[in-house]
């Protein structure tokens, strides 16, 4: 993965509304996410159901993505360490 699809990636993040994503199951087995804070005056709340796997990914994404990039760029950097001390 290139620096630039990194940056990419942390942009879209950033933009997304704040955390925390969280999700839902109402008494009539319909699902919803909730994004942001009420607090804030920056919250959305999708009353679509769109299934239990996918709004799980969804309310997850708001802090799996930006780890991820975290965790590729720690790789990375370890990486060009040891090769770089190989030579």
Known sequence: ??????REIEARAAA?????WKRG???DGSIWVSM??????????ADWDFGLANSTFTAH???DV???VAEVRRLQEFTTEIT????
């Open 1 to 6: 993965m290139t620096e630039e699809q990194l």
């Open 16 to 20: 997304a509304t704040k955390g925390p």
């Open 25 to 27: 199951l109402r008494r």
């Open 36 to 45: 942001g804070d009420p607090m804030s005056g920056e919250h959305f709340q």
């Open 61 to 63: 994404a708001r802090e």
């Open 66 to 68: 930006p780890a991820l």
């Open 84 to 87: 770089e001390g190989r030579e």
